[in-house]
Each structure stands twice: as structure tokens, then as C-alpha cells.
């Protein structure tokens, strides 16, 4: 357990993700979070060679660029870029690890995921550890299950988090790693798949993400039909 005294305690957030194109939802979630968790920092850290999805539309280097433009201006939120630059398949478990030992001690790292992502944790690469290493905060997402409906989750992974859960964000600083927060935010029902879709059905896809992404998409023809036309 961490001391009495939590005011020294720096909650910082871990949003992980192809970013494939970055989106209001993306960027609607994590601006709710800083706020309703009290992060004093939150990294959006862009996978580069994701294990258990597609690869994605975009290279690394336009995803980045998309980051980098649609958060320039708000101070509590950054880019990390070192899965992209590693070698191999991204994975989560590997990049806490870095952070935790890079991090000082009043550091604690929160890992940001939805519920649809969560269900599948046993999938993941030495996922028990994350536990070790991070507390694990569930957004809710359109359509998305409840933790307590133990009916979606399976045997193992309801038996990790049958003691994890926190009721109040307050909790996760009394302890270093381990809990598991479900966090309700504005259900925007904004998809990756349906900006994508929208652009290859020339469809607009204003409105769905910020101006200077758009920008950036048409300027470098990013997942474009042939004979592109404008899509504002």
C-alpha cells in the first residue's frame, strides 16, 4: 500500500491503440478522463505492428503525424512513440514494463481500455502481469457489457478481477497497481472503421474528427478510393 498521505500521488494514463485514423471518440474519452480521474498526464502511445487486430490502414509515421496534430495545444495530453519504433509486435505488457521503471516512485500508471477490448485480456502476451504493473480503467463505449455481468467474461479472467474493482477513482491511489475501475464517458459512436468506410464510400466524414486531421488525410491521400473527390 502506498502511504496515508496520497496528495504526492501522480496518476498518469496509458491510451494505447492503432489510432487508425485518431477521432473525436478517441480524443471525447480522454479528455473526460483527465478530468473525472485527476491524471496530471495522459500518453496516447500508438501501436506499431499490433498482434491481435489487422494491420493498420495508415503507416506509423501518418498516424503519428495525425496524433501529434489533432492534440497540439493541450498540455495534459502526449505522444509517445515507442512502439512504433521497436521492432516486432506491439505489446502492452512490454511498453508498462519501460514506463514503470522510467516513471519516479509517486508514479501510478492507469491503462485505458474498453470493455470489448478487456473481455479479450487472456489473449494478451503475459496479460496477468499488467496487473502487477498498472491499474486497468474501462471506458464505457456504445453498446459495450458490464463488468459485473459475469456471464461475458471467462472463468479465468473473472477470477483475476473478483477483488480488483474499485467503486471511486480516489482508490487508485492507494495502491500502486491492481485495480480495476469501469469509468462511464459520453457515448460518442464514433468508429476508426467508420471514418475508413466513409472515405472509401466517399462519404464525408466531417464532424467525426477534428479539422486538421481531415486536412492531413486528404492532403496525403490517406485510405482513399481511386478518383478521389473531397470528402468535407
Known sequence: MLEDDTTNISLIGIYGGTFDPLHYGHLRIAEELVESIGFSKLYFIPSGSPRLRQAPGASMYHRVAMLRAAIQGNAKFTVDEREIHRSGESRSVVTLRELKHEFAENVVLCFLMGMDVFVKLPDWYCWRELFKLCHIVIVDRPGCIFLNNKNHLSEELNREVLHRQATHANELKNTYSGRVLTVPTTMLDISATLIRDNIANKKSIR??????????????????????????
Open 207 to 232: 464532424y467525426l474528427l477534428p479539422d486538421m486531421v481531415l486536412e492531413y488525410i486528404e492532403t496525403n491521400h490517406l485510405y482513399f478510393p481511386k478518383n478521389f473527390k473531397a470528402l468535407k
